[in-house]
């Protein structure tokens, strides 16, 4: 089946250093796999972050990055310096847009517990 | 905005003991989901719903039944509550375009499920 494997958690990091979340994917059923990060802030529920369809792209939000390659079969997410309210659970996460119709059904990670320090 | 609510927040139920969990969003959203979420554990699919009275099952169906009789609501029920069970599950929604989804979930804040 599809899975996806991400950077094992807690991970805690100092303000305004840089940080990097692993993630891989497997994706046996889908032939052109979409890919997501979803972030969970403290007292919040769990929400999009970023996505990219197309495999090669970059797609941004809040200072994050992640790029999309299909040859490593990776979605690493990436910020050049955080800040403390980046603190969050962050969840990698794959589907299938263009043969899935309406369904939007997702496959996720384990998420990644991040804690900034001041 | 919207806001997708679940009732109840914590439930605590008994061994065998069957337990709804129930799901409202007011975002006008076709598809509706249930993931289970285990500590420690990524979110698992139990059921789905594109549509009023569709269901679709997820990877982790078995000891579930759901119900989507209003466009607006799913709930889920644990058919046999398990000893010792802890977990997480959060409904969700989400919207499509021309016929496809989007892709962005909107998640509930979940219900946490204790069995004794």
């Known amino acids: 089946g599809d899975s996806v494997t991400q950077t094992e958690g807690p991970v805690t990091v100092s303000e305004s250093e840089s940080l990097i979340i692993n993630c891989t994917y497997s994706?046996?059923?889908?032939?052109?796999?979409?890919l997501f990060w979803y972030v969970r802030y403290p007292g919040e529920g769990l929400q999009l972050l970023l996505k990219v369809i197309t495999a090669g792209q970059k797609g941004s939000s809040r200072g994050f990055e992640a790029t999309y390659n299909k040859e490593t079969t990776s979605f690493h997410l990436q910020k050049a310096s955080v800040q403390e309210s980046d603190s969050a659970v962050y969840y990698c996460?794959?589907?299938?847009?263009?043969?899935?119709?309406?369904?939007?059904?997702?496959?996720f990670g384990e998420g990644t517990q991040v804690t900034v320090i001041s | 905005g919207g806001i997708i609510t679940q009732t109840p927040k914590f439930l605590i139920g008994q061994e065998g003991q069957k337990l709804t969990l129930k799901c409202q969003q007011n975002f006008n959203h076709d598809t509706m989901y249930w993931y289970r979420q285990d500590s420690g554990k990524g979110l698992r699919l139990i059921y789905y719903s594109i549509t009023e009275n569709d269901l679709q099952k997820g990877d982790l169906s078995e000891g579930y039944d759901a119900s989507r009789e209003k466009k607006s609501s799913f709930s889920l029920t644990v058919t046999s509550a398990q000893k010792n069970e802890m977990a997480v599950f959060l409904c969700a929604s989400s919207i499509s375009l021309l016929g496809r989804n989007t892709g962005q979930l909107y998640f509930g804040e979940g219900s946490k499920l204790t069995v004794l």
């Open positions: 994706a046996t059923s889908i032939a052109y796999p979409n």
């Open positions: 996460a794959l589907g299938d847009l263009n043969t899935g119709g309406l369904s939007g059904k997702l496959t």
